[in-house]
């Protein structure tokens, strides 16, 4: 379990998000941002909600991670559930949000909803018997209605404290981290095609190292969470050389961090990064460039890198004036057409469940269960849904609709496998494992050392 910072977190924080000491708090009482019945929103789908649930008079407290802008856009969702129902919605976050939340159910006063992006907080807190079981029938919803519909409710299910294992956290709104950004300028000029395979990427790679250029840029600091983007890497090729199942009992530990299929993962970055010729600035540069500054290359003059793998918070570290899908554009990372193992994705995610339960609590489940409360926020900016009733021309941008087709095809979704581990591991012994890794020690050795770390965190 991770309850310092993570990954996904440190990420935040480095953006920028809004930093503020206090708990803050407010009702839903956002406008409708867009007008019931205009446009093509599925407006049916609230009308039908609406006619099943009157909640007039009731409550419902939700706490979640979202923060300035993004509090803003989760209001204008929560603004359609009160209209619908009749309910008033009071939303909540806090710069400490996964204390916060840990704080509120063991001192026996939990908000209705809570809504966090760590898989790991959460099953230890429904291992406490601080969450409601969902149910088996919105299991069985999502193994219906989203992409790749078994991973998701993989995702959601924990061992509650009966030992047995059942669905009780709802995924709603996920990052996709599976992606490789390059510049379409410069593919054109050098008459480089996007690669639908692994095989095929690594033929790219090879062709424009020999042609003289540098394939990649890559950089893995992050201050004291250096080394971090490289579990990234490892994770994506954890997925395109090992069936899923493997890649879960890698995250739990079922197999040992130094067991061959983890390793041959991490040697599958190790064959893009430990390469001077693949590499802008040669593999020693590979540590110490900030992930933040290692996009530049894509965008000098000439060219000193042609692609670049993040995830999609990156064009935020883009040249300012960037437009995405003109001067940048990205694909989605490929699989091994040769492993048949499908079209997995990375990425991370939310996940909403019950710590009060009510009527209007299973309303709530119930209305993220409805294409219009994907649709309200995917019309704005900065949500990604897999849920197949959605209309992806509702995406706010073209970007964020690319986005979306990539988690619509995937045939297999893992969480950040860093962000699950435990925090020692995950947002520790990883980390400087990679950064050891890319400086020259064997994946052998890292993976060792890594293994030991987690075996003392036990």
Request: hydrophobic share 40%; charged share 20%; glycine share 10%.
């Amino acid at each position: 379990m991770t309850i310092g910072m993570t990954k996904q977190s440190r990420t935040r924080a480095i953006l920028g998000s809004v930093a503020a000491l206090a708990l803050c708090a407010g009702a839903a009482q956002a406008d409708l941002v867009f007008t019931p019945g205009e446009g093509d929103f599925n407006w049916e789908s609230l009308d039908s909600f609406g006619a099943e649930h009157d909640l007039s008079g009731q409550t419902l407290s939700i706490f979640g991670p979202w923060r300035g802008d993004d509090q803003a856009l989760v209001e204008t969702v929560l603004a359609y559930f009160e209209e619908a129902t009749g309910a008033t919605v009071s939303y909540a976050s806090s710069e400490t949000y996964e204390q916060q939340i840990v704080i509120d159910t063991e001192a026996g006063s939990p908000p209705n909803i809570a809504i966090l992006p760590q898989p790991g907080l959460i099953a230890d807190l429904v291992k406490k018997g601080f969450v409601e079981p969902l149910g088996d029938e919105t299991a069985e919803w999502l193994r219906e209605n989203y992409a790749a519909g078994d991973s998701w409710v993989s995702l959601g299910s924990y061992e509650g404290p009966d030992g047995e294992e059942a669905l009780y956290a709802f995924p709603y709104k996920i990052d996709v981290k599976s992606l490789v950004f390059y510049v379409p300028e410069n593919f054109e000029d050098a008459g480089y095609e996007v690669p639908e395979t692994l095989e095929d990427l690594k033929a790219l790679t090879e062709q424009i190292a020999e042609e003289g250029e540098t394939p990649w840029c890559i950089g893995l600091g992050s201050g004291g969470a250096t080394g971090w983007p490289a579990t990234d890497w490892v994770e994506d090729m954890m997925l395109r050389v090992q069936p899923p199942e493997v890649y879960d009992q890698w995250v739990s530990n079922e197999i040992p961090f130094d067991d061959p299929k983890v390793i041959e993962a991490i040697e599958e970055f190790g064959w893009f990064a430990k390469n001077n010729d693949f590499v802008a600035g040669g593999t020693g540069a590979v540590a110490t460039t900030d992930f933040r500054e290692s996009p530049n290359g894509l965008f000098a003059s000439p060219p000193q890198c042609y692609l670049h793998h993040q995830a999609s918070f990156i064009p935020t570290f883009f040249p300012e004036g960037t437009q995405m899908g003109v001067d940048a554009d990205f694909f989605y990372m490929p699989a091994y057409e040769g492993k048949d193992l499908g079209q997995p994705v990375l990425g991370a995610g939310t996940l909403a469940f019950i710590t009060k339960d009510s009527d209007a609590s299973r309303a709530f489940i119930e209305f993220l269960q409805t294409p219009i409360a994907h649709e309200i926020w995917m019309a704005q900016s900065g949500f990604l849904t897999p849920y197949k009733e959605t209309d992806p021309e509702i995406y706010g941008t073209p970007t964020l609709k690319k986005m979306g087709e990539i988690l619509l095809d995937a045939t297999t979704f893992r969480f950040d496998a860093s962000d699950l581990m435990p925090g020692a591991v995950g947002a520790g012994s990883f980390w400087t494992g990679m950064v050891d890794y890319v400086g020259g020690k064997s994946a052998e050795d890292v993976a060792g050392a890594i293994q030991n770390s987690w075996d003392a965190a036990k």
